[in-house]
């Protein structure tokens, strides 16, 4: 089976920039980020699959997260840059050991496994 460790949240101003990291034990197909502010569902940030360079983002993030990735390590970045105060919340990194078609990656029932979550929150 997966498992996940999430690291990289922390307290940064509006404009600041983290790097989260998510490293996968096991064999995994694709990776994906969500995010939960308190009193809110659970919201898609961004997703990547391992085989191709295919890549997606919610348009609330798009143009200033990134995703990578590091094959030998199997681990999974979200670089944000440009940070909102909008942004804060509980990020948690997933992974789908299937093949499902990409587009699914968008939502959180596609996947497997979840990380423990990192908070991530950003000051005005």
């Known amino acids: 089976q997966v498992q996940l460790v999430e690291s990289g949240g922390g307290l940064v101003q509006a404009g600041g920039s983290l790097r989260l990291s998510c490293a996968a034990s096991?064999?995994?197909?694709?990776m994906g980020w969500f995010r939960q502010a308190p009193g809110k569902e659970r919201e898609f940030v961004a997703a990547?699959?391992?085989?191709?360079?295919?890549?997606y983002y919610a348009d609330s993030v798009k143009g200033r997260f990134t995703i990578s990735r590091d094959n030998a390590k199997k681990t999974m970045y979200l670089q944000m840059n440009s940070l909102k105060p909008e942004d804060t919340a509980v990020y948690y990194c997933?992974?789908?050991?299937?093949?499902?078609?990409?587009?699914?990656?968008?939502?959180?029932?596609?996947?497997?496994?979840w990380g423990q979550g990192t908070q991530v929150t950003v000051s005005s």
């Open positions: 990547g699959i391992w085989s191709g360079r295919t890549t």
């Open positions: 096991g064999r995994t197909y694709a």
């Open positions: 997933a992974a789908e050991t299937g093949t499902k078609i990409g587009p699914s990656l968008l939502i959180g029932s596609s996947y497997d496994y």
